[in-house]
């Protein structure tokens, strides 16, 4: 399975190589105490030991806000001058596999309709670098949705710890093949460094059924269920289990500047703001905290399934580890698994 080595070494010459060619090189580094994905310049910078970093690193594919036009406004209309979306070489090194597996279904939702060059070009110019999971909390349940410490989707490259602190390299994709062959001199062949260390694997949580929950979802019967406001009571609100989500990808597009010019932006949203869907005209079709959260599960468990396809949720708990009151996804997933 593994084809190649590296070591640490290794990544010092990658990460130079990389930024060397004019590309940026992301992974996990510390940061005020905490894990989080940023571009980083040296092999120092990044951490070891981690779980998983607390942001994801979707916002490297989708930023946080970008400008996609200019706009003019003369008395004989207005003028608006698209943006090309400047995407640059990018490694993105350390992720976990089940954040990795997010990556499809972040694609699945900007080709749907209408091809988002601003994520596709970005993640056209990406290789994904993962390390499988040796290491794991309460709130990690990838094995319950389906993924594992080392499912391979979304990664081009999966890295296997071993005992001496070097990686077992596993090409896994064409674009990783090609990246592999590309710094050849730092991936080496085999070593003597072979012993992986062993991986963590939680145990799926017992009485949680994706089947029945989907079959659930579908019957939109389910609207009004008191159940909702339960789950939800302590929900307050704040939206940050929106902003650290791999697969959450809402945006708005605000223009702002001047009455005679200024630039359209696409900003990150979140369903779990009270203004996500306030329509002008004052009418919330989401009024109330627990519409707002019966939205976010449904997009996870019916719509991208449904509609894309694909993984809502891939467990990576992060939506737990950040909530300030503690609301667990995985209550709700198994209240509405009976
Ligand atoms: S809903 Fe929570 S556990 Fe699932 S992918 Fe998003 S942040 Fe991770
Ligand atoms: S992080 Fe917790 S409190 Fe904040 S919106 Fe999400 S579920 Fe609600």
Redesign the pocket.
């Known amino acids: 399975m593994a084809d190649r080595y590296l070591d640490k070494d290794g990544l010092a010459k990658l990460i130079s190589s990389v930024i060397g060619k004019g590309g940026r090189f992301i992974a996990p580094a510390t940061v005020a105490r905490q894990t989080v994905f940023k571009e980083v310049i040296t092999a120092d910078e990044v951490a070891t030991g981690y779980i998983l970093a607390r942001n994801s690193f979707k916002e490297f594919l989708f930023p946080q806000t970008e400008v996609v036009a200019d706009f003019s406004i003369r008395k004989d209309g207005v003028e608006l001058r698209a943006r090309d979306v400047k995407a640059v070489d990018t490694v993105v090194f350390g992720g976990r596999p089940c954040e990795a597996a997010s990556v499809a279904s972040l694609r699945s939702v900007f080709t749907w309709d209408f091809v988002d060059e601003f994520y596709t070009k970005r993640e056209d110019k990406t290789v994904v670098i993962s390390v499988a999971c040796t290491n794991g909390d309460d709130a990690c349940f990838c094995t319950t949705v389906g993924l594992s410490p080392e499912s391979v989707a979304g990664s081009d490259i999966m890295l296997y710890e071993t005992t001496k602190g070097g990686w077992l390299v596993h090409s896994v994709t064409d674009k990783g093949k090609a990246f592999v062959a590309a710094h050849e001199v730092v991936f080496g062949a085999q070593s003597a460094d072979t012993d992986a260390v062993t991986l963590y694997n939680p145990a799926p949580i017992e009485g949680i059924d994706l089947a029945r929950i989907g079959g659930r979802l579908k019957d939109r019967g389910h609207y009004e269920d008191p159940i909702w406001a339960e789950l939800?009571r302590?929900?307050?609100?704040?939206?940050?289990?929106?902003y650290v989500c791999p697969t959450c990808h809402c945006f708005d597009i605000i223009d702002e500047g001047t009455a005679f010019e200024g630039e359209r932006r696409k900003n990150w949203d979140?369903c779990?703001i009270d203004m996500f869907t306030l329509h002008a005209s004052g009418h919330n079709p989401r009024d109330v905290?627990w519409k707002r959260?019966r939205n976010?599960f449904m997009c996870k468990f019916n719509f991208y399934p449904e509609k894309f396809k694909s993984t809502g949720c891939v467990g990576c708990g992060r939506?737990i580890r950040?909530?300030?009151?503690?609301?667990d996804i995985t209550e709700a997933m198994e209240a509405l698994s009976k």
């Open positions: 939800t302590k929900c307050i609100g704040c939206g940050a289990c929106t979140a779990q905290q959260w976010r939506c950040v909530c300030p009151v503690r609301l």
